[in-house]
DNA sequence: ATTTGTGCAAATCGTTTGCATCTGA
DNA sequence: TCAGATGCAAACGATTTGCACAAAT
């Protein structure tokens, strides 16, 4: 996987979104984005990063997700109350989600469509369509 | 709006799961499925009960959501990472959820529909698919 | 030098839990 | 009577916030 390039991709796109490329958000940005899509909790990013020699705060990776959401680079995804992912692919596209394990991830392709698009009520636009595809384990035995 | 007939029916649900028909849920039933279709959360349901002169604990409100989502009469949905929704509207339906005012509501009819039901990986299979389709105040003059 | 970002710890907020009391069957 | 339900307040866990210090331009 040939890179390096990404890097510099984060820091023109942050300096274009009035985003200082710091030292934490380079490393964040590296590691949310050099290694493919990628669906992320904060503590999940932040337990990354230290393992990978980054020592930010938690705070400051809450920071950064925000930021980055805001600048287009990530996508909020809320299929649990209990926790927020970020998803590095901010292309349209839908999620799986298993409740088993809290697994979050996209589905193929664009396996699904959306047909009978509604119209939006009162003096209001869409402005995205989330669907989630709920799944569990196959209770063939479900002795988990 | 002719009813009475509610109450009954809670009732007899709630046998059927195996919930006593306390003063509490019968009162919470009534509030929840005596005026259509509700999108409510705790906080709001809890209110509701107070104003109504039925004072239940907020944490009874939470038992309650949680127990009659259990036993079908409910269904949990999670649009905001901030709050949880119970819709009393249990059929196979989708929704609008304007972020502006954090509003929840059911999409007409079935206008929406779902293309290309993609296959579930692993030994998964899908539970439910849920459709969150977000609005927003029409930016016309957007100094809200 | 100035401005913006970062880290830490305390503060929030929705939700859950423990436990003593009360209620329905 | 007795298991199950309720209320209260403390406990929780994810996220946010305030402020002193550090880094980027």
Redesign the pocket.
């Known amino acids: 996987m040939p890179q390096g390039t990404e890097k510099t991709d984060i820091c023109s796109r942050l300096r274009e979104t009035g985003?200082?490329?710091?030292?934490?958000?380079l490393a964040l940005g590296e590691l949310l984005f050099g290694q493919g899509d990628r669906h992320v909790?904060?503590?999940m990013l932040h337990e990354d990063a230290v393992r990978n020699k980054v020592?930010?705060?938690?705070?400051?990776v809450?920071?950064?997700l925000?930021q980055f959401t805001q600048a287009g680079l990530l996508r909020e995804v809320s299929v649990d109350?209990?926790?927020?992912y970020f998803d590095t692919n901010v292309t349209s596209h839908h999620h799986f989600y298993c409740e088993h394990s809290g697994t979050l991830f996209d589905v193929p392709d664009n396996q699904i469509g959306i047909v009978g698009l509604p119209v939006a009520p009162d003096g209001m636009e869409i402005t995205r369509i989330d669907v989630v595809v709920r799944v569990t384990k196959k209770s063939t035995n479900d002795a988990t």
């Open positions: 985003l200082r490329p710091t030292r934490q958000r909790t904060a503590e020592p930010v705060s938690l705070a400051t809450y920071n950064t925000h109350r209990s926790k927020t």
